[in-house]
């Protein structure tokens, strides 16, 4: 996801009509004198909870995303809040790595987010949950470059770079450790990656996964069938942001049949399921989510005013739209036995609630408590 457009969109959002409350904010456009304390969201307040030891999925998992500000101090109280979730029983956090542009062959990082990512991570683990740490890879300022698109001069040298900026937080004591992110253009360099593993293994005693992407173009499912190095994994990690229909859906079965028929041809579950029982290993969506607003399940993954990108109409919120494509999510997964669970993305290190948002964030939202109810083993 790109950090600086969400804060941009973020920052937009904070002007008019706001109430501080605690960490976070409410914006509802002067309408704050309607609002009852009853309406005040369970986790704002109270003690921090354990989490319930039954669920439909082995993950029941938030990705705490620093959005709008990195992780700091001054924002724990959001991680806080969702340790009073007793649902949650993972929460994601994500360290960054830079490069300077696509070409390059040096990787670096910045030091100054290991104390904050220490701190949470025995936070979360106190609390009797487990932690996801993963990287992210930045590219330039982020604002026209993806990870996924890297060409290091240098193949080697990048993963000699790479493997040392990674190896420190493999030894940070998360419970699961992904060793990449959507790095689409470097799957290929199978040997490295393999290699990357075992080194991995040496100082981490946790599971091990990795974060895939969709993989709608027609090259891309083949090659992953090929990447025997997925096989020395714990997980099959994936952000699948497929498009899963061709126009604003009307309801939750359509938006389900897109997993089976993507807007691309694409039968997902399928694939997926096949992806599983080659390697022998259980499937995690490290990162699914979807904006509130109309057509997000035509294109997740798009941060941009027009759904769809090139032919699309300008968006609007929608929070029922979130909601939909998100119970999909539970309705066509919860009952495969090669589908391990979900990281919802994503839940902001400060959290404004606001009817207008249409971000992917969670907290006061419908999606919400669909989630909390999902990962409660609730029916509807």
Not at 109 to 127: H, K, Y
Not at 154 to 161: A, E, G, H, I, V
Not at 292 to 309: A, F, K
Request: hydrophobic letters at 40%; proline letters at 5%.
């Amino acid at each position: 996801m790109k950090i600086v457009v969400l804060f941009l969109v973020l920052l937009v959002f904070m002007t008019g009509c706001e109430r501080e409350v605690s960490y976070f904010t409410w914006k509802d456009e002067g309408k704050s004198e309607i609002r009852e304390e009853a309406k005040v969201p369970r986790w704002a307040k109270g003690e921090i909870k354990s989490p319930i030891e039954e669920g439909p999925f082995e993950f029941r998992g938030i990705d705490l995303y620093p959005v709008p500000e990195p992780y700091s101090k001054e924002n724990l109280s959001s991680l806080k809040a969702l340790l009073r979730v007793e649902e949650v029983n993972w929460i994601q956090l994500r360290f960054f790595l830079y490069q300077e542009d696509l070409e390059s062959s040096e990787v670096s990082t910045n030091p100054l987010q290991d104390e904050i990512i220490r701190e949470m991570i025995e936070m979360i683990q106190e609390s009797g949950r487990k932690v996801s740490l993963k990287p992210h890879l930045i590219v330039g300022d982020d604002t026209i470059f993806w990870a996924g698109q890297i060409r290091p001069k240098d193949t080697k040298l990048w993963f000699s770079s790479y493997k040392k900026g990674l190896l420190p937080y493999a030894n940070m004591g998360a419970d699961l450790f992904a060793i990449g992110n959507e790095m689409v253009s470097m799957w290929e360099h199978h040997g490295e990656w393999e290699k990357l593993i075992e080194e991995v293994r040496e100082i981490h005693s946790g599971k091990v996964t990795v974060k895939l992407n969709s993989f709608w173009q027609k090259d891309y499912f083949p090659r992953l069938l090929e990447m025997e190095w997925l096989g020395d994994l714990d997980y099959i990690g994936f952000s699948p942001y497929f498009d899963l229909v061709s126009d604003i859906p009307s309801g939750v079965e359509e938006i389900k049949e897109g997993w089976y028929n993507t807007r691309h041809g694409l039968n997902v579950v399928e694939k997926m399921e096949r992806l599983s029982k080659k390697f022998q290993k259980e499937i995690i969506f490290l990162e699914i989510g979807y904006r509130s607003v109309s057509g997000s399940p035509i294109e997740p993954w798009n941060y941009e005013t027009r759904v769809p990108r090139v032919s699309g109409k300008e968006i609007t919120p929608n929070q029922t739209m979130q909601k939909w494509a998100s119970q999909a999510v539970f309705e066509v997964f919860s009952e495969k036995e090669w589908f391990a669970g979900t990281f919802f993305f994503h839940w902001p290190v400060r959290i404004i609630i606001d009817p207008s948002d249409i971000s992917w964030s969670l907290p006061g939202k419908e999606v919400e408590e669909l989630i909390w109810d999902k990962y409660k083993g609730r029916k509807e």
